[in-house]
């Protein structure tokens, strides 16, 4: 009984670690992220373009990442399905 039970566990474990797997290297994804960051690298632009100042102007690749990644799980619950 308990190997069984311990069977279906290691079974529902590889079946998340390939979908993990499957997100990670999916265009998907990328295009995801790039379109994203474009769009962040733009709007912090329009913002900053007063400026010049090679910290602020650092920042753009940082905030573009960070709210591509935390966005993308949205777009991930739409492509697992």
Known sequence: M???KEIKEIK??????????AWETSWTRR???M???YL???TYSYV????????LSSLV???GFTLST???KLVRKIWEK
């Open 70 to 72: 935390l966005s993308l």
């Open 31 to 33: 295009i995801c992220i």
């Open 12 to 21: 529902a474990r590889n079946k998340r670690v390939e979908t993990d797997k």
């Open 48 to 55: 900053i373009k007063e400026y010049d100042n090679i910290f």
């Open 2 to 4: 308990d190997f069984e």
């Open 35 to 37: 379109i994203l960051t």
């Open 61 to 63: 690749p940082v905030i």
């Open 40 to 42: 962040v690298v733009i």
